[in-house]
């Protein structure tokens, strides 16, 4: 993974010192809370609920062991005791004093770490495939250019008060497991007819009010031309984006407004001038460099045949379970990719304890892994194991309560806070997880109806990526009360969708009927291995929505 | 208001006029609006002159005129509104204008060292503000990422060549 | 329809802690705040509070309606409930464990 410099590290202290700048002149009152509201959210510090909340940048979803135990440490020195993995491969902690913050950062920065950019109008963490550097379909590991693109975007001078935020991620596979499409800038590492790697490059992209999927606006951007692409975009949009509505203000609309020929038109225009200047040319040097420190590891040289595992997978039953959802096949012989699910049943999604953090660090050192990852699906991946490790593996971290053999089943749901936490919530989310999890806790029944993607947002804001679940559920507000709307058939995979309501909203209590309705409906009808979501494509939600809103003749 | 240019407090020399208000013989600022209606006019004086951007308004329209201006002032309606940041890089790098850019309304200490990177050298600042304020603000990051219209070295170049 | 009475609320800076206007203070129990019968009350006490503001006690002081039955005060929007409590998904944090309030800060 990316090693800082003396350059690297001198930004984040530096940063950290500015920061502890500001807080005291906000304690001072020489800075408004107006005026230190965009300063701290740029240093990724949001006033929530019950208090303020750090949402600590994890850049493509990459952590270190020494990370993690710092991590634990910050949930025991200045939380209470446990961190939230979100939906842009983050860490979040929900108990944070402002006061105490410079300190936190300071400790972060030990370990190369920060909160910049991780809220704000600015350009946020670039998120990438959580297998990236391990899954067989890849074509080039995009953390590499997710690392370049860190790097150009962090405190850049142009575009740190954009009309709104400004999400990237990049994808190096055919398969698109970091959700591109829903990006405002979304990349595909891609192959032209030369033979040579190359960019294609989304825009538009978004959740929130109004979904859209991203427009193609860059077919094919060399690499050496990447940044003064990407640099590009960003002018257009600060120009350009609007800035009269809150609600319109991402680039989604502009690029809607324009249409993608005009907005093509006015990125090639300043592509070209940017280009011309040399300024942000990529060297081929300077991507080697880069690709270096994402060399993947010295892979032994194993057979995939091995025996221990398979001999483990008939004995332990818990064990055959697990590998069933949790193991992903590896490029590498004899090795494999695992997930740690942050969902067990009737828990909390994403969350981990101070102790887990610690023990996770302690896993991955015990079997000479350098590194885990945070999924933007609130889920840890182990990308480089040993199948022969495995059991043992496992069998730690079945001790830790982080073996939950459900990952991309029915359970394993993506949660936003919601109004547990979140002051932009109009309704719970966590607990209409928990009730969905507990209904069809039942493994058995779970492996039966197989991929299921269930998102929960608490509010329209999307941080729970609904509009991209095969499931995704809207928490509202109705005269102070909390309402679910349900909506079917979205997808945040290169088949990208925006999933579609199917009418009026559930209450709490109804809504986890209204889903297990619904899943009913593709039980009854699906035809051959049909997933959750080909049944829905297939057939349309009439059936679904009859089925979800079955007993409310009364309310129609 | 007090104008901060190349780290000292200088006097303003150019007065902003009004719309529809008479001309003065010295350095004259007028709005965007009024350049493009009275151009022939003011280009003609034999005086300095000034165009002043609201925060919608792209230097674009000022195209080759630039280079017959002394000042640029670039309005911050509110320090969110970054568009002017956009602006000073247009008039540095498109248009080459060479003149004084300056920030005008509400920005941030905070935002200064940016403003500066983009090519703003001139600014309106509140009373409060000292040039110790100034100077710090511009210290705070030692190393910058991106190349922009200053021209600073970037963190990549002095990666590349460290002893130059 | 019968009039909700309103509380008047704002989160401490320093801590980001959830507080409740009470005859001039702010205390950190929803049972310990004032409730404002009227509307007049109620905008002074919320002028009042402007001072906090000032003085960099607190942030974004507001007022919330609720219902006082048998002189329990009931938030009528659940938002109000939860920031008085806690997150209901853990009962061991926030106001509603036995965590005592920080007034060091």
């Given at each position: 993974m990316y090693r800082y410099d003396e350059f690297d590290a001198r930004v984040v202290a530096d940063r950290v010192a500015q920061f502890r700048y500001q807080v005291e002149r906000r304690l001072a009152g020489e800075l408004t809370e107006d005026e230190f509201k965009p300063l701290r959210l740029m240093n990724g510090l949001y006033l929530q609920l019950h208090a303020y909340m750090l949402r600590i940048a994890v850049p493509y979803g990459t952590l270190a062991p020494k990370q993690l135990r710092l991590l634990a440490h910050i949930a025991r020195k200045y939380d209470k005791g446990y961190g939230h993995f979100t939906t842009r491969q983050n860490i979040q902690f929900n108990w944070i004093k402002l006061v105490d913050v410079p300190d936190a950062l300071a400790d972060l920065a030990t370990v190369e770490m920060h909160a910049i950019q991780t809220s704000g109008n600015c350009i946020r963490n670039v998120t990438a495939d959580h297998f990236a550097g391990a899954a067989r379909d890849e074509l080039e590991d995009p953390r590499i250019l997710a690392e370049i693109v860190r790097q150009w975007s962090t405190l850049h001078p142009e575009f740190s008060f954009l009309p709104r935020k400004f999400k990237i991620a990049v994808s190096g596979s055919e398969h698109d497991r970091a959700a591109v499409k829903f990006h405002d800038v979304g990349i595909e590492i891609i192959k032209n007819d030369k033979g040579e790697i190359g960019y294609r490059i989304y825009a538009g992209g978004g959740m929130g009010r109004t979904p859209y999927i991203g427009h193609v606006v860059g077919d094919f951007v060399a690499k050496p031309d990447i940044l003064a692409f990407l640099e590009a975009v960003m002018r257009v949009y600060n120009q350009s984006g609007r800035r009269d509505n809150l609600f319109k203000a991402r680039i989604k609309i502009l690029v809607n407004a324009l249409g993608p020929e005009e907005m093509r038109k006015q990125v090639m225009r300043e592509f070209e001038e940017i280009k011309a200047s040399g300024a942000l040319d990529v060297p081929a040097e300077e991507l080697a460099r880069i690709a270096k420190y994402f060399a993947p590891p010295a892979f032994e040289a194993l057979s995939d045949d091995v025996p221990g595992y398979e001999a483990a997978r008939r004995s332990n039953a818990a064990f055959r379970a697990w590998t069933k959802t949790n193991i992903a096949a590896h490029r590498a012989p004899g090795y494999a990719i695992a997930t740690i699910s942050l969902k067990p049943i009737g828990g909390v999604p994403g969350d981990a304890t101070h102790e887990q953090l610690d023990a996770l660090a302690d896993l991955l050192d015990e079997f000479g892994m350098g590194e885990l990852r945070v999924s933007h699906e609130q889920n840890l991946v182990l990308p480089h194991v040993r199948k022969k490790d495995l059991p043992a593996i496992f069998a730690k971290l079945e001790a830790l309560g982080l073996a939950t053999p459900n990952a991309g089943l029915v359970t394993d749901i993506i949660a936003c806070p919601g109004l547990d936490y979140c002051d932009l919530a109009n309704a719970r989310s966590i607990p209409i997880a928990q009730e969905i999890s507990k209904r069809f806790a039942d493994l058995d029944r779970q492996h039966d109806i197989g991929e299921l993607k269930i998102k929960i947002s608490g509010c329209i804001n999307a941080c729970g990526h609904h509009h991209a679940g095969h499931i995704g559920v809207l928490g509202v507000d109705k005269k102070g009360v909390e309402y679910y709307q349900l909506q079917l058939g979205?997808?945040?995979?290169?088949d990208a969708s925006i999933g579609e309501v199917l009418g009026p909203a559930f209450d709490k209590h109804e809504i986890v009927d209204a889903v297990e309705g619904v899943v009913g409906v593709y039980l009854e009808r699906r035809e051959k291995n049909e997933r959750f979501l080909d049944t829905v494509r297939r057939v349309g939600i009439e059936p679904f929505k009859e089925r979800a809103y079955q007993g409310w003749a009364f309310h129609i | 208001m007090p104008l901060i240019k190349n780290g000292a407090f200088v006097e303003d020399s150019f007065q902003t006029v009004a719309d529809d208000a008479e001309l003065t013989s010295n350095g004259t600022i007028v709005s965007l609006a009024r350049f493009q209606k009275d151009r022939e006019t003011l280009l003609a004086r034999n005086a300095p002159l000034g165009v002043r951007l609201q925060s919608s308004e792209s230097p674009e329209v000022l195209g080759e005129d630039v280079q017959r201006l002394s000042v640029v002032v670039l309005e911050f309606p509110k320090f969110r509104d970054g568009r002017a940041f956009s602006w000073a890089r247009m008039l540095r790098t498109r248009l080459g204008f060479k003149g004084e850019i300056r920030a005008s309304g509400h920005f941030l200490y905070d935002q200064l060292a940016y403003m500066t990177r983009v090519g703003i050298d001139a600014f309106e600042v509140r009373e409060n503000v000292t040039l110790d304020d100034f100077a710090r603000a511009l210290g705070e990051m030692t190393y910058v990422y991106q190349p922009s219209a200053d021209g600073r070295r970037t963190i990549r170049d002095l990666r590349a060549h460290p002893r130059t | 329809m019968a009039q909700t009475d309103q509380i008047l609320t704002a989160n401490r800076l320093r801590d980001g802690e959830v507080v409740y206007w009470s005859r001039g203070r702010w205390v950190a129990a929803l049972d310990a705040a004032e409730v404002f019968g009227d509307d007049p009350a109620a905008k002074a006490a919320l002028k009042a509070a402007d001072a906090s503001v000032q003085d960099r006690t607190v942030v974004n002081p507001y007022l919330f309606d609720v219902r006082v039955e048998d002189g329990v005060r009931h938030p009528v929007k659940e938002r109000e409930i939860i920031r008085a409590a806690g997150p209901t998904v853990r009962s061991d944090l926030g106001k509603q464990s036995s965590e005592a309030f920080d007034v060091s800060l």
């Open positions: 979205g997808s945040g995979a290169e | - | -």
